[in-house]
């Protein structure tokens, strides 16, 4: 198995992905080709004094940043970033699958327009997996896409319960729809009628729909929503987490009793915090592209990259894309909305 | 000033209803008036050695449930419930303001249908007062609106500006558009064009967009949005609060050294929970109403009912209605959507 991998991609790079890319390559025995200029990613392993053996670079002078506008990844002037180098590397077979840590709007697009989508997939979904109070679940779509029909929030429950199924191991995963009430009729027209439909699709587990309230709390393992309001669910979490450990450390610095309750804690506190944090927990695919693609957290270390790197190799082994082509039979076609 | 009360909202009434107004009663000298069964009010005021000198009690028999759907609020067989009596008995001068811990889409229904809005405002918006990393903000709607058209958020800024400015006391109160991005061109339609709407609103400070992550970490001070997305991101808040609170305890069972710790911070940790409760912080006003309705939450107990008490009289003090009258003026005027 070959894994690209976009040296040039997230806010600690190139050295986090390529140290990641190393530590993956001994751990799990995989080919792994960095893209990214060749002449810097041999100075960064040698200042490092890391090994290159077995790893092969394919050169991309240019660096795709999150301020480039996301839709410029499929122009001409950025055809030669490390990321569309990696995506265009991917489609012609260069590769079983791309993964990147960096600008997610970009690897989007350019997953849908530069690698193409799976036949009779509308849109393709940015889909973190994400931890709540019991374990894991999915939120897909989460940024990519904002004006949709509902058919493509079905083909997002059916894509997720097959990702979660196959490559994070849950049995009959339950799928909720995000929305404002729980009752069918709660919501504007997109969740009533996507309601409607994965109500009368067989081959999911629809559990109906689910309050922001009770996403964290474990109320489904695939929530399914359009990626405007995935985006604000994503990082609203996020931002509510990293606010409740802010005021956490400001309890434990309070004075001497509490610093000793602090020294008493600390690993517990660091786990809790892991177990927080959604780099650790499975990063997020792309679905519904024609071939792997995986986004791993823009602040990724080597570490995260090297767990981006396993959870891909998951996708790939238990091919997550023949399956989805497979259950894409079950629900009736439509035509494509996309491009 | 005359504060009407519903006796018969939420998870804890009667007895925290009561219990609240009486407080509020004394501590803040306020005329009091509770809606609901009368001998109900008068056995449990009894049974729990409760003195209603003072309150005046209007008899309402029936109870609007949070299994009721929020629209019959205005029917017949709803116009006996204490919140329907209340908010008639607000309409037409019976007191200054109204306090309910009941359903809130009732209320927001009610709000909107039975007291009506502020000549000129388009919706009536549900807009919690939250807690975030450095004090409180405002989510403005967060539940009573799908389908919204750019200028009825534009009166959502100006709303939510003269409120958390005249009630919560903050200068020039910072406007953010909630998005997918800080971008102006970022978002859907709804989101590019209220952008550019709110840039040239004059009467508010608007910084832009401001992203999920930032809004718990003080991103800022009014996060104006639709009603799906609103309530999405306000329940999302409360669960991974909640997800964390119980992973915190989660921690500090675990063992010896770590019941110790938890006996060192217990004053901190449970100052650092009311500080994450929005119940403590300031409720949430019904805004766009030509009368003060305010809704304090579900589980209110008695002293959240009387700090409801207190910000409605804030509410009612600095006259907003007026501001908010006044401030139309300098917005284009625009047909009524609503109804």
Chains 1, 2 share one sequence.
Do not use: W
Not at 6 to 30: K, M, Q, R, S, T
Not at 276 to 301: I, Q, R, T, W
Request: charged letters at 20%; proline letters at 4%; a neutral charge.
């Amino acid at each position: 198995m070959k894994i690209i991998v976009d040296a040039f991609g997230g806010d600690n790079a190139p050295l986090a992905p390529i140290c990641g890319a190393i530590e993956a390559h001994a751990a799990y025995g995989v080919d792994i080709i960095l893209t990214g200029d060749e002449s810097v990613i041999q100075k960064v392993a040698s200042e490092n004094n890391l090994s290159l053996n077995g790893i092969t670079i394919v050169h991309a002078p240019d660096v795709f940043t999150n301020d480039d506008q996301p839709s410029t990844i499929r122009s001409k002037a950025k055809a030669n970033t490390s990321m569309a180098v990696g995506l265009n590397l991917l489609k012609n077979g260069g590769g079983d699958a791309f993964v990147s840590a960096g600008n997610s709007g970009a690897l989007g697009a350019g997953a849908m327009f530069l690698v193409k989508r799976i036949k009779g997939i509308q849109r393709v979904a940015f889909a973190p997996v994400m931890p709540n109070s019991e374990s894991y679940f999915m939120l897909i779509d989460s940024g990519v896409n904002t004006d949709l029909r509902p058919k493509a929030l079905q083909q997002f429950a059916m894509m997720g319960s097959i990702y979660m199924n196959k490559v994070m191991g849950f049995k009959n995963p339950r799928v909720g729809l995000a929305n404002v009430g729980t009752e069918e009729h709660k919501g504007d027209a997109l969740r009533q009628e996507t309601y409607t439909l994965l109500k009368n699709t067989p081959s999911i587990n629809f559990i109906g729909n689910v309050e922001g309230r009770d996403i964290p709390l474990d109320g489904a393992d695939v929530v399914v929503c359009d990626g405007f309001t995935g985006n604000m669910i994503l990082k609203t979490y996020e931002g509510v987490a990293i606010a409740m450990m802010k005021k956490i450390k400001g309890v434990f610095t309070k004075n001497f009793k509490t610093k000793l309750a602090a020294a008493c804690v600390m690993k517990e506190m660091k786990e809790l915090k892991k177990s927080m944090d959604y780099d650790e927990v499975g990063g997020a695919p792309v679905l519904g592209c024609a071939k792997p693609v995986f986004k791993a957290h823009g602040s990724s270390n080597a570490k995260t990259i090297r767990n981006a790197i396993r959870v891909t190799i998951e996708y790939v082994k238990n091919d997550v894309i023949a399956s989805i082509t497979e259950a894409l039979k079950d629900i009736p076609e439509t035509e494509n909305e996309g491009e």
